[in-house]
């Protein structure tokens, strides 16, 4: 990020209406994320609030706001937009707090709080998932199988420095269509895209609303139903046992029937739509992840891998579909295949 967009955003600062008291001198770097969009925070006369800065042409505030609206509609909580300008990229918002869901599980956290959060969460999915999703971008089958790509161009050949065989790669583009074909007949609901720890925001001060805060949603897509459950038991970020993974959804799966969510009325079947998409997502993530540490230089992605590949393995190895995918893993991760014999 330039260094230039400082000035730019310190001049917007101080055309603020001072009736909110902002101290432009207290502007300090919050976090950032895997785009180019990063965030700052700055006292006021009411206490902290945030800047995002979204560098034009390579981020667009526009989708941050009107799914902040949408979100907003529902009873979510998630920043609120207190000024605004879109054509430098500006966003000033209120503060959710300092502590995500991922923060509090490096600092340790006991289960029953644990629990509770992700309760919290599950609920908070239930009630995103009924926000409106007209006029969002597709989340449809050539959309999914095109993310597919990432894995086999960014993870198999740049970060594996592997070069499959061409009957291998037609393996697995058959894996690939099944996939998609078995993610894109789900029903269609509203999709965060990225509803996990690290987008969560533990609210345990009421000044900073309900809990969970939701942030990063602009890329908010309408899509299948059981995605956003997969990203956040399947989180990229911490491994979950999968037991735990099960616990978790099957709360999830009783609050959608309740709310008359589209979900199936057998959980084996809802179970199996969410171990396929979680599996369809982390392929896409290991391309993801490879590219952001080879193309963009964020080798912090790296530390990642093994637990997505793992996740991947979890989903791949319990059906008899997916043994090309697993033998491509195999010969990734340079594993020996054993072969039995019987007399």
Known sequence: MSDQRIPLLVNWLKQIPQKLGIKVDTLAPASSDASFRRYFRIASATGTLVVMD????????????????????????????????????????????PTTYYDKI??????????KMYRDALAALVRMQAANHQGLPCYDAPRLKEELGLF????????????????TLQALDSVFDLLVKHNAAQPQVFVHRDFHSPNLMLCEDARFGTNPGILDFQDAVAGPITY???????????????????????????????????VPADFADFHRDYEWMGLQRNLRILGVFARLNHRDGKAGYLAHIPRVN????????????????IRVLDQLDQVQTKVGYTF
């Open 106 to 115: 490096l600092q340790g956290v006991e289960d029953s709080t644990l629990q």
């Open 310 to 325: 793992q996740y991947v393995r979890q989903v791949a190895g319990r059906y008899i579909a997916f043994k090309p995918l």
């Open 54 to 97: 979204a560098p034009p042409p390579k981020e667009d505030c526009r989708p941050f706001v009107d799914i902040a609206e949408r979100l907003a509609h529902v009873g979510l909580n998630v920043p609120a937009i207190i000024e605004k300008d879109l054509n430098q990229g500006f966003l000033l918002l209120s503060d959710l707090g």
């Open 228 to 262: 956003d459950l997969a990203s956040i038991v399947m989180d990229a970020r911490t491994t979950w046992e999968e037991p735990q993974q099960i616990d978790w959804a099957i709360r999830y799966w009783e609050q959608a029937r309740k709310n008359n969510l589209p």
């Open 152 to 167: 086999t161009e960014w993870y198999t050949s740049i970060h594996c420095k592997t070069t499959l065989a061409p009957e």
